[in-house]
């Protein structure tokens, strides 16, 4: 299972944010977010909301005792977003057919 600070470093690096970023949104200062991500401290629950509001995942999730898939689906919307429509109705149908190959291979 991974740590609180791994779970951190996850979701940021999924977004393509620096810690400044996430600490500056969350009023820290850097050096305190840094040991959050290096396991050297942990946030407070009032924090930990605000962190799970701002990936909008919940606090389970964040923490690591549940997985949920949805986050997943922001990650790919963000990578795909700036594409022109053409090349996004690609991108998808791409991602549909990965996903049926996915379910032959674990559930056949």
Known sequence: MQTL????????KNRKLRQE???DHLNVA???YT????GRAEPDIATLIKISDFYTISIDN???????????FEVIKDQ????????????????????????KYFID
């Open 62 to 72: 964040l923490v690591g005792r549940t997985y949920r898939i949805e986050p997943q």
């Open 21 to 23: 970023d996430i600490a």
């Open 5 to 12: 600070g791994e779970r951190l470093l996850y979701f940021r």
């Open 30 to 32: 850097r050096a305190t």
């Open 35 to 38: 040991n959050w991500e290096a």
């Open 80 to 103: 795909i977003k700036d594409l022109q429509p053409e090349k996004q109705k690609r991108a998808l149908n791409l991602l549909v057919e990965q996903a049926y190959l996915i379910k």
